[in-house]
Structures are given as C-alpha cells and as structure tokens.
C-alpha cells in the first residue's frame, strides 16, 4: 500500500470545481492505468484520494459505486477497496444522453427504456430476494415515505428505493445498465417539471410494489411496477409541450 500512496502524488492532482464526479471518475481511471494497478491491487485509501484530488469523502464515495456497479471495483469491510478488472480512462464508457433539448420528449423517451428495465427487474426482485435485500428495500421505502409526508416530495429517497430493488433482481448487469444511464433517469427524481406534486398519486402503489416482492408474488410485481409508471407517464404528458 505505502508503494502506490508513494505515487498518488506525481499521478493525481486538484480538481478544479466543475463535475467533480465526473472528473474524480476519469481522474481516478487514469491513475490505475498509470500506476499499472491489476485486478487484485488495493486502491489508495478514501483519505488519500480525498486529499490528492481536493474532493470530499462523498464524491469519492459516489464514484466508487459507480465503478462498483460496472463490477470492476470491490470494497472489503475493514479492508479496503480492490481492483477487480484492469480499468483505464478507455475503458470508462461515456454515459447516455439525448441530443434533444426537449425536455418533454427526452423524459417520454427514457420513461421507454426504464419501462422495459424495471417491469423485469422488479419480477426478477420478487422471485430473487434474499431476507436482507427485503430489509433495504423496506428502510428505503419507510425513509421515502417519512420524507414525502414532512416535505410532499422524496425525490432522492425514492431514487434509493428503486435502486434497491434493482440490488434484489441479483443481475450487475442491470446496475451496469443504470450506471451509464445515470443522467437520463436521475431526471425523474429532481422534480423534472417544477412540480412539487409530480408522480404523487404513484406513492401508494411503492408500499404495494414493495408487499408484492416480499411475498414474491411476480405478477404482482410487475403491476405495481406498471402502475407507478403510468403515472409518471401521465404527469409528463400533461407537462407543456
């Protein structure tokens, strides 16, 4: 470990404060090709790389998720956070955007992809999941349903529940897809049309989604799923054209 903290220095350096997270991610790539880490090496600790590249401990945090769910990258409790596959700034896919400025038509057109993607992830969620996965999923929904009632909006904490059920499908390539979709999707949970009741009437039928996967009940599941979506469709209809 004391010989790659010896090389952070000559190989990273501040960033300047634009999208961090998105810097960290190349900057981080970079430095593992550069300093020929291989599937196996342990990365520097989160302190170091706060240090080395000026961010704080959550956007360090976030990226190495990122790099978690593309599933080159593990952390270990009481360890450390290892290589899993060689990574360089190559190999850091470039994320999925639309070239519309149209916010209308992109939110309808991602709503598209995320239909088909979370239907089967959340029959694969109700027919997969472990007792622990049931746990997250439902601290995650009580957590979004505290928020929604103190603020009438749990854009962030809805975002979570989603991705945890995304967690209880057991396919990385699911997160992988997400990953790189990232910023099309995130779209749904910062209030895309300034209104603070948007997709309100789908918060029932997330405790219903959520009773669905816990009895493993896959039909069910998937017409939660539906119904939650069909209301995001709806709101974003009625939006200005």
Do not use: W
């Not at 000559?10 to 404060?17: W, Y």
């Not at 990574?87 to 470039?94: A, F, I, L, N, Q």
């Not at 991705?163 to 995130?186: C, K, S, W």
Request: proline share 4%.
């Amino acid at each position: 470990m004391s010989e790659i903290a010896d090389r952070d220095a000559p190989l990273m350096s501040a960033l300047q404060p634009l999208d961090r997270a998105g810097q960290v991610t190349q900057a981080l790539a970079s430095f593992i090709s550069r300093a020929e880490l291989k599937a196996g090496d342990r990365l520097p600790a989160e302190r170091q790389l706060m240090d080395a590249l000026g961010v704080g401990r959550s956007t360090i945090r976030e990226v190495v998720g990122r790099f978690q769910a593309l599933g080159v990258m593990e952390t270990r409790k009481g360890s450390g956070t290892y290589l899993l596959k060689p990574v360089s700034v190559d190999t850091v896919h470039m994320p999925l955007s639309f070239e519309s400025g149209n916010l209308k038509e992109n939110l309808l057109q991602s709503l598209e992809v995320r239909r088909g993607l979370e239907l089967e992830v959340s029959v694969l969620a109700a027919r997969r999941r472990t007792a622990e996965d049931l746990v997250t999923i439902e601290a995650a929904l009580d957590e979004m349903e505290r928020v929604h009632q103190l603020e009438g909006t749990s854009g962030p904490q809805d975002r979570v529940f989603h991705l945890a059920i995304y967690d209880a499908a057991h396919n990385p390539l699911f997160r992988q897809l997400l990953e790189q979709m990232r910023g099309v999707f995130t779209q749904f949970f910062e209030n895309p049309v300034d209104r603070k009741d948007f997709a309100k009437r789908s918060y029932p039928f997330h405790r219903t989604l959520f009773n669905a996967i816990a009895a493993q009940d896959t039909e069910a599941a998937r017409r939660e799923t539906l119904k939650i979506l069909d209301v995001v469709e709806e709101d974003i209809k009625d939006m200005a054209p």
